[in-house]
């Protein structure tokens, strides 16, 4: 195979350009690695803390994101229940316009909280359409599937609301952290120009540092490779100061996120 | 009893008695006792910052040689002093012998400012000036030897005086050596800056441990008839009320 | 170009530069905002800015053993269903990505914004294949349409205005005049969503990859890198080959390292994880995902143990918001890919020492840069470095002393400092032999030779005719008197 001769020769250089003689690979792989299997303490103490938060950790977590997430124009907005998501949903779509074109329509995830919030039956009000990014790709062939993804990539990019849910929410850096599966398609919250998420306050985590030591040292966490082939964190919405260094939300991505913790 | 021997770089030698003056001034006040080797030369730091480092060694050995028997040397310049502590060492990477008396000197070379407040503990040196204050950090000095409280520590206690901090006081104000020829313009419009920070600071002096920087934002001030009094350190703190013993 | 005609020029351009008050007006904006705002973002991290320290050993241990990372980065992306390429030169990374887009029939690419794209001149060679490319961040963007060179790594058209952008913007897209930031924004945003919509392949960079799970991640805040490698088919992503870290634990030192140096922030905006395509049940992203890790001189620079050091850069750019020189010249005048000093340091060394001299000549070894690297990299040992290598010349790196003139003067000088008589007597004859210049206020106004350029814009003290060293004596026995 072509890549891995090629592989070969760029790894030879790189030993010689380090100086290195004998081939001891094995050796300084197991020194530079640490291993998923075996967390030092301070791993472990990691996983206990965040296991073992009560009520009143999580109401200071969700204080912290509130605060961390107002420079970011991220609007955290702590709620008693699905239905309240619901209803604020409903009075989003009624206050808002699309950005592009002028035919409401909402695209949604496939997900137990997400569907819970029954956007079809609360926006049939209005009149407005939601829909499900998601396929069924079994026993499809490929004509039928690419078919399929055309159609669901249509509704992401006519809908102006995208409404998702989240794998966790990292309060110090008010983060959004995604794994991404079949049924959470990456861009219902990336291609509307508002984006609407909802989580449980349980799935709040402290930083960054409790999200690495929970996807890879927390057996029920972990993918099998430690991450999925892909994961996004979002932090506020889309933002750029390249002209002047004047800050402007709405670059390319969505131009305001909404984030519903949900408390009970 | 206190002795130092004192370092007095080429600049302050040639172009700037008066501040080596100062300091001798100043330590017989603090009871601190003198010798000055005369034998002494240049650090060999212009050469060095160039890239000619076998011609910066010839320069270091004869500053080895010179003030290795001396306990406590003493310099009013942080970048030979960093030129010293630092670069030498270095600069003997293949001559084992001589990197460990480099080491060895290095250890006894200190700044004025850093010998006055962290060997001797000084905190009242009598001096009293009538004015207001700014202080320009010289990069070499704050980032290479970490002094950066002490000349403030110093001004603090002169009586009479008024210190004020100018806007970006560590931002280089361009002198760079060799570099200040080489690229004239550029130079020029970072002392430029230094100077617009210096005047709108309101102080009528400014005042630096290393004349260095000091001769170039001087230069510029006479150039452009800016009425800044430019003092080294030493100046300041030997400085007294007229009449005073 | 030869190396006398690559001095006129670094000269001119800082020149004008230095002229230019749109650019120095944006430049200090950059500085005295985002530089300082870095700066205190160290200072708040839990850890304080001692991480720098440890990220500083981490990237080193990584650049030290970057065969065993690699290998372990290759094999892991092959597992998430990526394909990853090594390429020696830029041409063979250039016909990859090239090679590519010819197996998927593109004929429009949407670009997230990358250096490394720059460095391997990626975009004229797709162009000449009648491949449309686009850049998408809209720094990048503005730059594109101008036909100009990003002048900063993070805020690639931080030397234009607001009506500078209006204008273009009226030219090249049509649309009526505006210099509003915002609306000038929901333009691009406009033209370039429809660019997003119909790319056949999306191209990035890679800030930082991590080998343990085979990804490597992008960050933007705007969300084009997100676009550019959610919609289009293919996704290929080109990194420098040491944009690496073994662990998630490093990386999360490094990641918000890399976020506070570059924007002041906690976190980049828009971070993206990717390792390989999804497979046929996912309904969107790419179905092919390309890793090209890149050497084109890096390994040449691995083995020289004096500028190892500079593989461990994550061109955060922290250090062009603090250095003074590039706070005066801009990002154009080192007419290189890398400006400010990690262009100095990286410059010479990629692009030949004698070919780049004034870019760490240039500089006035301040240190502000090592002050504000987010991974605390010595700057200004490299930069000394390569004065020295540039002043006897070094054949490895095929260097020529840089001037005969130069060193006989510092040779003259070396032997005056060794020889204390002879010092004093050269000394005591300029100081007489300076009578000829002229002066005013008690300093001189004019001097010939290398004197010139200073005396351009300042006076010069002129050396005592009573020199320190003939007055201690008389000094030092007063107090023995009192």
Redesign the interface.
């Known amino acids: 195979m072509q890549a891995n001769t090629n592989e070969t020769q760029f790894m030879a250089t790189l030993r010689a350009a380090l100086g290195i003689k004998q081939d001891n690979a094995e050796k300084r792989a197991a020194q530079i690695f640490t291993s998923p299997n075996d967390p030092n303490p301070e791993q472990t103490g990691i996983v206990e803390t965040i296991k073992s938060r009560q009520g009143k950790d999580y109401m200071g977590l969700i204080d912290h994101l509130c605060r961390e997430a107002v420079p970011l124009k991220l609007n955290v907005i702590p709620v008693k229940d699905e239905a309240q998501v619901s209803k604020a949903i409903v009075e989003l779509v009624k206050e808002t316009e699309p950005e592009w074109g002028t035919k409401k329509s909402v695209v949604q995830w496939d997900h137990p909280l997400v569907n819970a919030l029954d956007l079809k039956t609360a926006l049939k009000g209005q009149n407005v359409p939601v829909h499900t990014a998601v396929f069924d790709s079994a026993g499809m062939d490929n004509i039928k599937r690419s078919k399929a993804k055309e159609r669901v990539r249509q509704q992401m990019i006519d809908s102006y609301i995208g409404v998702t849910s989240a794998d966790f929410c990292l309060a110090d850096t008010a983060t959004l952290v995604m794994r991404s599966r079949p049924k959470e398609a990456r861009a219902v919250s990336l291609l509307p120009a508002i984006h609407v998420a909802v989580i449980r306050k349980e799935q709040i985590l402290t930083n960054l540092k409790e999200l690495y030591t929970l996807l890879k040292y927390d057996p029920d966490t972990r993918d099998p490779g430690v991450l999925p082939h892909h994961m996004t964190m979002i932090s506020g919405p889309s933002k750029t100061a390249d002209i002047e260094l004047v800050m402007v939300h709405g670059a390319h991505g969505p131009r305001a996120l909404y984030l519903y913790v949900i408390t009970e | 009893m206190t002795h130092a021997t004192?370092f007095?770089q080429c600049i302050?030698?040639?172009?700037?008695?008066e501040v080596?003056?100062a300091m001798?001034?100043l330590f017989?006040r603090l009871d601190i006792t003198?010798?000055?080797p005369?034998?002494?030369?240049?650090c060999?730091q212009?050469?060095?910052?160039?890239?000619?480092?076998?011609?910066?060694a010839?320069?270091a050995?004869?500053y080895i040689e010179t003030f290795e028997d001396a306990e406590t040397i003493v310099c009013p310049s942080g970048s030979c002093v960093s030129m010293v502590r630092h670069h030498y060492p270095e600069l003997f990477e293949n001559e084992p012998a001589w990197k460990n008396r480099a080491i060895d000197v290095g250890k006894r070379t200190f700044e004025l400012t850093e010998y006055l407040i962290d060997v001797l503990k000084i905190e009242n040196t009598d001096a009293y000036y009538d004015g207001t204050i700014t202080y320009h950090d010289s990069?070499?000095l704050k980032?290479?030897l970490g002094v950066a409280a002490q000349p403030r520590a110093l001004i603090n206690q002169v009586k009479g005086a008024t210190f004020v901090e100018m806007k970006d006081s560590d931002?280089?104000c361009?002198?760079?050596?060799?570099?200040?020829?080489?690229?004239?313009?550029?130079?020029?419009?970072?002392?430029k800056e230094k100077v617009k920070n210096i005047l709108d600071s309101g102080a009528d002096a400014v005042v630096g441990c290393d004349m260095g920087c000091l001769?170039?934002i001087?230069?510029?001030l006479?150039?452009h008839n800016l009425n800044v009094r430019v003092m080294h350190i030493a100046q300041l703190l030997a400085g007294q009320k007229a009449g005073a013993v | 170009m030869n190396h006398d005609t690559a001095t006129k020029k670094y000269?001119q351009n800082?020149?004008l530069a230095?002229k230019d008050e749109i650019l120095q007006s944006a430049l200090n904006k950059i500085q005295s905002g985002l530089g300082k705002a870095t700066a205190l973002s160290y200072q708040n991290l839990d850890e304080g800015p001692p991480l720098r320290l440890k990220a500083h050993e981490i990237r080193e241990k990584t650049i030290n053993n970057l065969d065993v990372v690699l290998t372990r980065l290759a094999a892991k992306v092959r597992d998430n269903g990526g394909k990853v390429y090594f390429a020696r030169t830029d041409k063979q990374a250039v016909d990859y990505c090239l090679k590519v887009a010819q197996q998927h029939h593109v004929k429009q690419v949407v670009k997230g914004k990358s250096m490394v794209t720059e460095e391997i001149g990626l975009n004229p060679a797709f162009e000449a294949k009648g491949i449309e490319v686009n850049e998408t961040d809209l720094g990048e963007y503005i730059v594109q349409l101008a036909g100009e060179k990003p002048s900063h790594i993070i805020a690639p058209a931080a030397h234009k205005t607001r009506q500078q952008v209006g204008r273009l913007f009226e030219q090249k897209l049509g649309v009526p005049y505006t210099e509003d930031p915002p609306e000038l924004t929901r333009i691009a945003r406009k033209a370039l969503r429809e660019k997003f919509l119909t790319a056949d392949m999306g191209i990035s960079g890679c800030n930082l990859a991590c080998a343990e799970t085979g990804h490597m991640t992008v960050v933007s805040n705007e969300g084009n890198i997100r676009m550019s490698t959610t919609l289009p088919k293919v996704h290929v992503a080109i990194m420098g080959m040491e944009r690496v870290v073994p662990n998630l634990e490093d990386h999360d030192i490094l990641f918000r390292l890399l976020s506070r140096g570059a924007a002041a922030q906690k976190l980049g905006g828009y971070v993206s994880y990717i390792g390989g395509p999804g497979g046929p049940e996912f309904p969107d992203g790419p179905e092919e995902f390309h890793l090209v890790i890149l050497d084109n001189g890096r390994s040449r620079i691995l083995a020289d143990p004096k500028f190892r050091e500079i593989l461990c850069c994550i061109r955060c750019s922290a250090c062009l918001n603090a250095c003074?020189?590039y706070g005066?010249?801009g990002g154009h005048a080192y007419d290189s890919t890398y400006c400010g000093p990690i262009g100095a340091v990286l410059t010479p060394l990629m692009e030949g020492m004698n070919q780049a001299k004034?870019l760490c000549?240039?500089?006035?070894?301040?240190?502000?840069c090592?002050?504000a690297c987010s991974v605390n990299i010595d700057l200004p040992r490299m930069l000394?470095e390569?004065?020295?290598?540039?002043?006897?010349g070094d054949d490895q790196w095929e260097t020529k002393p840089?001037s005969v003139v130069?060193?006989t003067i510092?040779?003259a000088?070396?032997?005056?400092?060794?020889h204390?008589a002879l010092?004093r007597a050269v000394?005591t004859t300029f100081?007489l032999g300076q009578k000829i210049f002229p002066t005013?206020?008690g300093?001189i106004?004019k001097m010939p030779g290398?004197?010139?350029?200073?005396t351009?814009?300042?006076?010069?003290?002129?050396?005592?005719q009573?020199?320190?060293?003939k007055?201690?004596k008389k000094?030092?026995a007063?107090?023995a008197d009192r």
């Open positions: 004192l007095i302050v030698d040639g172009m700037y008695p080596g003056e001798v001034k017989q003198m010798d000055y005369e034998n002494q030369t240049c060999g212009p050469s060095f910052n160039s890239g000619y480092r076998k011609e910066a010839k320069a050995k004869h990069c070499h980032r290479y931002t280089c361009g002198f760079g050596g060799a570099f200040s020829t080489k690229y004239p313009d550029i130079s020029t419009a970072m002392v001769m170039n001087k230069g510029y006479n150039r | 000269v800082s020149a230095i003074p020189v005066k010249i004034d000549l240039g500089e006035s070894l301040c240190g502000a090592k002050q000394l390569l004065r020295y290598r540039l002043a006897y840089v130069e060193k510092h040779q000088w070396a032997l005056l400092a060794g204390p010092y000394l100081a005013s206020k300093m106004t290398p004197g010139a350029g200073w351009k814009s300042r006076d010069i003290q002129p050396l005592s009573t020199p320190f060293r007055r201690f000094l030092n007063q107090k």
